[in-house]
T-cell receptor, first 109, second 116 residues
Framework: GQNIDQPTEMTATEGAIVQINCTYQTSGFNGLFWYQQHAGEAPTFLSYNVLDGLEEKGRFSSFLSRSKGYSYLLLKELQMKDSASYLCAAMDSNYQLIWGAGTKLIIKP | GAVVSQHPSWVICKSGTSVKIECRSLDFQATTMFWYRQFPKQSLMLMATSNEGSKATYEQGVEKDKFLINHASLTLSTLTVTSAHPEDSSFYIC????????????FGQGTRLTVV
C-alpha cells in the first residue's frame, strides 16, 4: 500500500534548529512536497524535491533520498511564527498526492 | 485521521465539454472545503473556499463562471470545470475541514484532468 509517515508533534525552542522527518512508500514517485499550514488557514507551499539532495531556501531546507524513501524539512533560526503544522506529501506515478497526517511544530520562547 | 475522498481520480475529456469533480468527507462533517489546482512540479494554488450552504469565495484570477463550486451538504462539494480547454488540464485537489479556526484540514487524493 501507499503511506506517508511523519511525527505527530515536535517541540523546539526559538532560535534553534528543528528537523522534521518524513518516510514514504508509493507506487512510483514523482516528487515530494512540503507544506506549512497555520491553524485555520490554507496550506502554503514550502518545497518540492524530485532529485536526491538538499534544496535550501532561506531558513528552510528540504532533503530527499529516493533510495531510502525519506525526506526531511530543516528549519533554522526558529521564530515563533514558525509554529504550525508541516505536511509532507508524495506524488505517485499517477500524479496522485499521498498526504502525511502532518507534524504539529510547537515553538517555545 | 479523517478521510476525504475525491472522484474521479483521473479523467480525460474533450475540449468544450464540462467535467464534475466530487469531494466527499467520509467520516466527518466539513463546514469548509478548499479547492486547489496544481501544475506539475509547482505549488498548490488555492482556487476557492466554500462554506456549506453559501457561495464559494474565489481567489483573485480564478474565473467563477468557469470553475463552478457547489457545497450543498456538509459532506459533499463539487467542482465543475465548464467548457474545458487544454489549458485547464491540471491536478485538482480538495481539502475539507470542520468548523473552528484551529480545525485540521484533510486532503483528497486529487483528480488529474486532461483535456484533449
Amino acid at each position: 500500500g501507499q503511506n506517508i509517515d511523519q511525527p505527530t508533534e515536535m517541540t523546539a525552542t526559538e532560535g534553534a534548529i528543528v528537523q522534521i522527518n518524513c518516510t514514504y512508500q508509493t507506487s512510483g514517485f514523482n516528487g515530494l512536497f512540503w507544506y506549512q499550514q497555520h491553524a485555520g488557514e490554507a496550506p502554503t507551499f514550502l518545497s518540492y524535491n524530485v532529485l536526491d539532495g538538499l534544496e535550501e531556501k532561506g531558513r528552510f531546507s528540504s532533503f530527499l533520498s529516493r533510495s531510502k524513501g525519506y525526506s526531511y524539512l530543516l528549519l533554522k533560526e526558529l521564530q515563533m511564527k514558525d509554529s504550525a503544522s508541516y505536511l509532507c506529501a508524495a506524488m505517485d506515478s499517477n500524479y496522485q498526492l499521498i498526504w502525511g497526517a502532518g507534524t504539529k511544530l510547537i515553538i517555545k520562547p | 485521521g479523517a478521510v476525504v475522498s475525491q472522484h474521479p481520480s483521473w479523467v480525460i475529456c474533450k475540449s468544450g465539454t464540462s467535467v464534475k469533480i466530487e469531494c466527499r468527507s467520509l467520516d466527518f462533517q466539513a463546514t469548509t472545503m478548499f479547492w486547489y489546482r496544481q501544475f506539475p512540479k509547482q505549488s498548490l494554488m488555492l482556487m476557492a473556499t466554500s462554506n456549506e450552504g453559501s457561495k464559494a469565495t474565489y481567489e483573485q484570477g480564478v474565473e467563477k463562471d468557469k470553475f463552478l463550486i457547489n457545497h450543498a451538504s456538509l459532506t459533499l462539494s463539487t467542482l465543475t470545470v465548464t467548457s474545458a480547454h487544454p489549458e485547464d488540464s491540471s491536478f485538482y485537489i480538495c481539502s475539507a475541514k470542520t468548523g473552528g479556526e484551529t480545525a485540521e484540514a484533510f486532503f483528497g487524493q486529487g483528480t488529474r484532468l486532461t483535456v484533449v
